[in-house]
């Protein structure tokens, strides 16, 4: 969807923010070529900060598109915000229930019309220490085998300085410098028409992820870790302390 076809609450969520980040930002922007192309997309960028979002949605609005972000249906229940967010197409999900599936099929529409879905393929900011990108969830990758859109990398490097997760600080001074960087689709052909078994889910988000990971090396250097999870705490045995 392009900015002509934007209705009133979209255009009155670009002017409240939009003013916002480009004090609050200096920006370097690289690749929005990539979210020219017609037809739907898929946006998986890495999840650093909870400021990254705005970042995101900044980038991929000045590339022309509108940016349907996938997001905790929770948020939507929120009185006035929920009812803004569903005004400007964003998309509720409901994880771990049977209504997940129905969050599917709305992403499966918003392509079909042609939209720029986001989703971030980690579910959550990293748990890596120094903020590089840990081990995806299928969802991106099992939306990308039922339409066969491409899936565009979005590595973003710079948002933790307008708020830390690791501090919970904010970066209150103007023209913080961030970096985004849109990638040409990743290549998941070997898949295409593959039954979305677990294994061949989890092969396809792995490829998705060392992808990512290696274009944040490219604008932060330094050498990453492995892509991983952190385990679960164990549990502690009843009738212990």
Known sequence: MGRRRLGFWQRFAVLLVKPVMTVWTRRTW????????????????????????????HFIHDAGRWPQFLGK???FRVPVIGWILHRCRQIPVERGTVDAVKSLDKLVAALAEGGA??????????????????KGKTGAARLALATGAPVIPLAMWGPERLFDPRTTRFGLRPRIPV???????????????????????????????????????????????????????????????
């Open 73 to 75: 249906a929770s948020v």
């Open 117 to 134: 879905v986001v989703i971030y393929p980690e579910g959550t900011t990293t748990r890596e220490p120094e903020l590089w990108p840990m």
């Open 30 to 57: 690289r690749g929005a070529e990539e979210l020219s192309r017609p037809g739907g997309i898929i946006i998986v960028p890495n999840h650093i900060s909870h400021a990254d979002p705005l970042v995101a949605a």
């Open 179 to 241: 970096t985004v960087v849109a990638g040409p689709p990743v290549d998941l052909s070997r898949w295409a028409g593959a039954t979305p078994t677990r294994a061949v889910l989890e092969e396809m988000t792995d490829t998705i992820m060392l992808r990512l990971r290696d274009m944040v090396v490219e604008i932060r250097g330094g050498t990453p870790p492995p892509l991983w999870e952190r385990p679960a705490r164990p549990r502690t045995p009843e009738g212990t302390e």
